[in-house]
């Protein structure tokens, strides 16, 4: 006969699984509760430190078997590509034609639906799915790259010119291939120096 699983070990358990979640929700809810950490946070830039960061483990992890994998995947990147430059963002333009109080409220929305994936959480949810996680993570670099050239175009014609948004391209791009490149090709480097026989399985 199974013994039932003791509480602490279903506790440990969920929160293996849904670590992102509860993690943002734990973030949120001490950003309410403290701002001064969050504003300490942003004097030190730790955004752009954890996200290099995150980027060099994800090429530590990445396996050479997982790139091919991704690779043969090519009609569901394109597939979400498309999604995320071009289907999205076409959106925006129904979104702010909603009567919404305020309406910087749907202004926000729709500019967010003009935006390219997310840096880090995108990666995480398709790992915790069981997903391909090496495509994500390509869909990730490439969306946020090109999205330097589809954003302000479509910022500009969903939205208009009104919306007062101008995106400072070199500084963009420099950054994105800072905290996004460098790192994973560094750690992917590296694993394959440290670990050769696990990143080539």
Known sequence: ???????????????????????????????????????????????????FGIFVISGLTLRTKELGAALQAWPAGLFGLGSILLFTPFLAQFLVQIQFFP?????????????????????TLTQLAGGNSALALAMTV?????????????????????????LPTKELFRSLVNTLLVPLILGKFRAMQIFPALVQA
């Open 1 to 51: 006969r199974a013994t039932p699983p003791q509480p602490g070990a279903a506790a440990l358990d969920f929160a293996r699984s849904n670590f992102l979640p509860l993690a943002l929700i734990g973030g949120m809810t001490l950003g309410l509760l403290d701002p001064t950490l969050g504003c300490l946070a942003h004097k030190y830039s730790l955004s752009k430190y954890s996200t």
């Open 103 to 123: 309406r910087e409220f749907i202004t926000g929305l729709a500019m967010f639906c003009c935006m390219p994936t997310t840096l880090s959480s995108g990666v």
């Open 142 to 166: 490439i969306s946020n790259l090109l999205g330097i050239m589809f954003v302000p175009l479509s910022l500009a014609k969903y939205i208009g010119t009104g919306a007062g948004v101008s």
